[in-house]
């Protein structure tokens, strides 16, 4: 069992930046994803990232925006945020699946952080 914890999240006023980190308790070459819920709305996809780096992908949403990377020597997985919005705002959630290949749908993740919240004011 591996668990994540996800920090960095926090108020920012529009056009900010925020890096999220997803700790992993274990060792793993799993591929990771950034996952964000706002309220009233269903999880979305934000971006994934592969075992080893080499392969993300990211939601149209925050293309150009965002970036997702990894440092496995530290089992951690990063999400830099910048030009944020207020459509941004969401509780982000960090999340692990067994296979080396990213994906960009929830189900295929077996392992999910707390969350962490992210609110952009205008």
């Known amino acids: 069992q591996v668990h994540l914890v996800e920090s960095g999240g926090g108020l920012v006023q529009a056009g900010g930046s925020l890096r999220l980190s997803c700790a992993a308790s274990?060792?793993?070459?799993?591929?990771m994803g950034w996952f964000r819920q706002a309220p009233g709305k269903e999880r979305e996809f934000v971006a994934a990232?592969?075992?080893?780096?080499?392969?993300?992908y990211y939601a149209d949403s925050v293309k150009g925006r965002f970036t997702i990377s990894r440092d496995n020597a530290k089992n951690t997985v990063f999400l830099q945020m910048n030009t944020l919005k207020p459509e941004d705002t969401a509780v982000y959630y960090c999340?692990?699946?067994?296979?080396?290949?990213?994906?960009?749908?929830?189900?295929?993740?077996?392992?999910w952080g707390q969350g962490t919240q992210v609110t952009v004011s205008s």
């Open positions: 274990a060792r793993t070459f799993y591929a």
């Open positions: 999340a692990g699946r067994h296979t080396i290949m990213a994906e960009t749908r929830s189900q295929a993740y077996a392992y």
């Open positions: 990232i592969n075992w080893n780096g080499g392969n993300t």
